[in-house]
């Protein structure tokens, strides 16, 4: 993991009270809402939230249990609210809930920098049958006709959403164009 960007001290004192033990994690929570502006649309979801930070948390403290590393320090990042397994299986994509820095930085990893899960636009890969049928609408494809083929499209398709999703949470600007079902390689419809 990159330890990139050098700034500010608060963040410091946020990481360290992150790691001592006994914390109270109410208090913390609410902490990590005033400090990334998080609202959440009704209780429900913010006691999603909540649990989600919770196990963040407490995987965090058994992580740091079995690897003590005199030389960094780990915090909760902006991800500290979601569901690592539950993001994948919607997008496809892996997130961390906490970051790796430096125990003498005066300073903090990039992770404040990363766009939140809300902002990247991401696919629900859910509802991912529904996507390819508006895109072939949207580009006028025709359907085709013969089972094998429909279905290749089709894994090809979810396998680009998933590429697409990757990238954008990489920070790229792509989107899904004419060719997201184009199959350009043997094989590569294998979604993997
Ligand atoms: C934890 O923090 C919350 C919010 O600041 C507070 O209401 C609660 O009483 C605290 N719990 C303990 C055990 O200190
Ligand atoms: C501790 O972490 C630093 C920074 O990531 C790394 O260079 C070092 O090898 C680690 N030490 C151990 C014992 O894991
Ligand atoms: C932190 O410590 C490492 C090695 O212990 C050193 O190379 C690095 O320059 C130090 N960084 C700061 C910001 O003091
Ligand atoms: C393709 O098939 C779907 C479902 O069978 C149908 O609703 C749609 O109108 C068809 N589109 C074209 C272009 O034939």
Redesign the pocket.
């Known amino acids: 993991m990159s330890c990139k960007i050098i700034l500010k001290s608060l963040n410091v004192l946020l990481l360290i009270h992150f790691i001592l033990p006994d914390q109270?994690v109410?208090?913390l929570f609410?902490e990590f809402k005033l400090k990334y502006k998080r609202f959440y649309y009704g209780a429900k979801h913010e006691k999603n939230a909540f649990n989600n930070f919770v196990n963040n948390f407490n995987n965090l403290n058994d992580f740091i249990a079995k690897q003590p590393n005199q030389s960094v320090v780990y915090k909760l990042n902006k991800y500290a609210d979601q569901d690592p397994e539950e993001v994948d299986e919607y997008y496809g994509i892996k997130i961390k809930p906490y970051s790796e820095v430096p125990k003498n930085a005066t300073a903090r990893t990039d992770s404040d920098d990363l766009p939140f899960l809300e902002d990247m636009h991401l696919y629900n890969l859910n509802e991912v049958n529904n996507l390819y049928q508006k895109w072939m609408k949207s580009m006028g494809k025709p359907n085709y006709t013969k089972k094998l083929e429909r279905e290749v499209h089709y894994y090809r398709f979810v396998k680009t959403v998933v590429e697409i999703n990757r990238q954008k949470a990489e920070g790229k600007k792509v989107e899904l164009d004419g060719t997201a079902d184009i199959v350009q390689h043997p094989d590569d419809y294998f979604y993997g």
């Open positions: 109270n109410t208090k609410n």
